[in-house]
């Protein structure tokens, strides 16, 4: 069965049963088939893992539309979710705080990078080394700035995806609702997830291999390990 054959299906077996919310229900379902195609599943795999339409329309006998509120959740449930949600806005905080570390030192990475290869010492911030070895430990420090960067984009996805998954779940437990719960961690499309993965070993690469050679350049420049005593760095 193809996605739209299943999705057809499915929207038929909703509306048979009276369910509420039926375009929410067909939307999730939707969103399933995209990123498991975009990992390379292809459709008729992913409709039979899913199951009946039949069976899933069945499933939803909660959501049926009888123009009468759905009762909820009682006051103590509704009491512990509230709490839950306390603690889990602080780690949403905590956590968006070290997503904008990791952003800001990124930054500063790319921008430590430039000064490097171009030679330049803003307000003589940046120790005195051989162009050669500036050059490689900027390059290096590039490589390091694309690390941060990728983690920072990985780290946001994340955190956007735990806040939808919490918000899905709260609402299904204070209403009562069974739609389909949302993954935890962030869903990628195949390209978005193959660039992130390239961009972060490429990145590695650049800084381990470069960040060790520009060590070897200033020893040689330099005549001793102890290239920073050499060029007095901490004086």
Partial sequence: MTKTEYLDQLRLELKKNSVADMEDIISEYEQHFAFKLADGYPEEEIAAKLGSPKTIAAQFDGLKDTGKPSAGAGFFTKFALAFTAIFETMFYILFLAWNILLGASAAAAGVLGIA????FNVAGLIPYMPYPGSLLFGLSILGLAGIFGAATVYCFAFLKQMIKASVRWHKNMISGNTLPPLPWNPQFRAKTKRTLRTVMLLSVTVFGVLFVI???????????LGFWHHWNWFV
């Fill in 116 to 119: 490097l290869i171009g030679y």
């Fill in 214 to 224: 520009a060590m070897v350049v200033l020893m040689l420049e330099a005549g001793a």
